[in-house]
């Protein structure tokens, strides 16, 4: 999309710089591909920036969105050993958060997905990155495992210039209410409609 | 999205084997963000399996993605110190195709994009890559610079196992017809809608 003009200008007492700058709250959703894609793509851009970047993954397959997890990982890598871009860190829930002493139960993805949330709210509170990418994070909102209310309170009220990308289908009007951009991907045309199986590289 | 199990299996005499290998011929259209950015990061996936990959911008603009560029472009460094995940080639129309000895002709770029396409139809022809990146495609098909026709037949006829994603507003009803996959990004929220104009990092 090139830049555009906005189609107004609002009477919020903001210069322009304030409102170009102003974090961005992002929901991907509906029930077409390209949700995550388009956040890993939107992190890879941020990469760029220098910004500081984590990746919470709230899947439970290890084999998913594994390209994109090599990708930027690898920019991490150039960033470490060049200076260009920013820090990229990627946690995911399907083996265990990386920072937890405990391995992922699978007894309890409630308990995972929530402990993965509490992990979010402490680097929000620090404003500790630039960029949050919470992949798949409708589902433990749809489930109950996080409380919606909480998750948008904490999103609303979180300081400093953080972006956040939440990614899922079926997004909690709440949670529609409170972003700043949603976009919903919807399906003209899929290949598994006539048949075709999932493919690497493609899917995963 | 998971992987999917289809929906009917098709009685087209192909294996599952050579289901799941097809080529696909992938459309991102519609009027909202997501649509190059997905579009890359489906680059990033395919650079993670080794694929070479090649990015064709049809846009005059020197600034628009330059995030992803140098987000791919590091990953192709990574690929050739490391031999990690595959080689990736950025071409932009912008200032003038790599491969072309003249600059860009601000005043034609009608012809400018055709020869954009032609270099394109002669990589599909020797099945050069394994995934083509045509973003901003759309355009030089309705403002007529290249013929719909023409493109249709020869990503139909395509040999080999090269995948192509198109990307661009307004996809041409033939071109849709021809794809395999086709996702539309539809606007739910946007937050030029309340003034807030363009930022770096999220829009470019």
Redesign the interface.
């Known amino acids: 999309?090139?830049?555009?003009?906005?189609?107004?200008?609002?009477a919020?007492g903001l210069t322009?710089r304030q409102?170009?700058?102003?974090p961005?709250l992002m929901?991907?959703?509906?029930p077409?591909?390209?949700?995550?894609?388009?956040?890993?793509?939107?992190a890879?851009?941020?990469?760029?920036?220098g910004?500081s970047i984590a990746v919470f993954q709230f899947v439970k397959?290890a084999r998913?969105r594994?390209?994109?997890e090599?990708?930027?990982l690898?920019?991490n890598?150039?960033h470490e050993q060049t200076g260009?871009?920013g820090p990229v860190e990627w946690h995911k829930m399907g083996s265990g958060w990386s920072w937890s002493r405990k391995p992922g139960t699978e007894a309890d993805h409630a308990a995972d997905a929530l402990e993965g949330w509490r992990e979010i709210q402490r680097r929000l509170a620090e404003a500790r990155h630039?960029?949050y990418v919470l992949d798949e994070f409708t589902y433990p909102m749809k489930w109950g495992w996080v409380d919606v209310d909480e998750v948008v309170d904490t999103l609303r009220n979180r300081p400093g210039g953080q972006?956040v990308v939440v990614t899922g289908r079926d997004a909690d009007p709440r949670l529609?209410e409170a972003?700043?951009?949603?976009?919903?991907?919807?399906?003209?045309?899929?290949?598994?409609?006539?048949?075709?199986?999932?493919?690497?590289?493609?899917?995963?």
Do not use: C, Y
Request: positive net charge; glycine residues 14%; proline residues 5%.
């Open positions: 999309m090139p830049q555009g003009q906005p189609e107004a200008v609002p919020d322009t409102r170009r700058n102003r961005l929901v991907h959703t509906g077409m591909k390209g949700k995550s894609t388009a956040a890993f793509g939107l890879m851009r941020g990469w760029h920036q910004w397959s998913w594994v390209g994109e090599s990708g930027l690898a920019l890598g150039v260009a871009g630039q960029l972006h529609v972003a700043d951009l949603v976009v919903e991907m919807t399906k003209v045309k899929h290949p598994m409609d006539t048949g075709q199986k999932g493919q690497r590289g493609i899917e995963w």
